[in-house]
């Protein structure tokens, strides 16, 4: 299977910064079959962007993701303090289906 | 709006079966849809079970294929999933979800936390 690898764990920024997160997949993943979700505490995950770059409905163009091949990344920029959460990516190009661990974002 | 819940028991035995029902209202059931299982424990973090296709085909994790099973009730606007020869290791909040483009997950349920205990 492949193993999507997230860094980093933990990520402190302030309001209005930018953050980047990596999410390093294990073998390549074919096509664009690679999506981002986040997750508040007590909620079920929410599908940000799917297909590497596309964002889902209602989702504000603050997210974009990006890349290719094993290595993919999502940009939140302009952070504001509703961004605090765990942001998870998911590759959907071979059985199984997997996730990342996810990386925790806090907004000073 | 489409909307997922899932619903079953929060407590199962050991060694017993878990059976979880997805109820979906706001959505077209009979479209070519594929709607999935996924949970999550702290252990294991996300992990996905399986889907089925709105005609009754399944893929599953090849790590719990052996013990679980999904099926459909069209009639019903539901899916369900079952998992036998339980132990703790499945405890987990359990989500059901529609699948959208060719993989990625767009609609959740709330989650519904299973403990496995005796």
């Known amino acids: 299977e492949i193993v999507l690898t997230q860094s980093p764990a933990t990520l402190s920024l302030s309001p209005g910064e930018r953050a980047t997160l990596s999410c390093r997949a294990s073998?390549?993943?074919?096509?664009?079959?690679l999506a981002w979700y986040q997750q508040k505490p007590g909620l079920a995950p929410r599908l940000l962007i799917y297909d590497v770059f596309s964002r889902a409905t209602g989702i504000p163009d603050r997210f974009s993701g990006s890349g290719s091949g094993t290595d993919f990344t999502l940009i939140i920029s302009r952070l504001e303090p509703e961004d605090s959460a765990v942001y998870y990516c998911q590759q959907y190009s071979s059985s199984p289906i997997t996730f990342g661990r996810g990386t925790r974002l806090e907004i000073k | 709006q489409v909307q997922l819940q899932e619903s079953g028991p929060g407590l199962v035995k050991p060694s017993g079966t878990l059976s979880l029902t997805c109820a979906v209202s706001?959505?077209?059931?009979?479209?070519?849809?594929?709607w999935s299982w996924v949970r999550q424990s702290p252990g294991k973090g996300l992990e996905w079970i399986g889907e089925i296709y709105h005609n009754g085909n399944t893929n599953y994790n090849p790590s719990l294929e052996s013990r679980v099973s999904i099926s459909i009730d069209k009639s019903k606007r539901q899916f369900s999933l079952k998992v036998t020869s339980l132990t703790a290791a499945d405890t987990a909040v359990y989500y059901c979800?529609?699948?959208?483009?060719?993989?990625?997950?767009?609609?959740w349920g709330q989650g519904i936390l299973v403990t496995v205990s005796s």
């Open positions: 979800a529609r699948v959208f483009t060719a993989g990625s997950l767009d609609h």
């Open positions: 073998r390549t993943v074919a096509s664009t079959f």
């Open positions: 706001g959505a077209s059931f009979s479209s070519s849809n594929w």
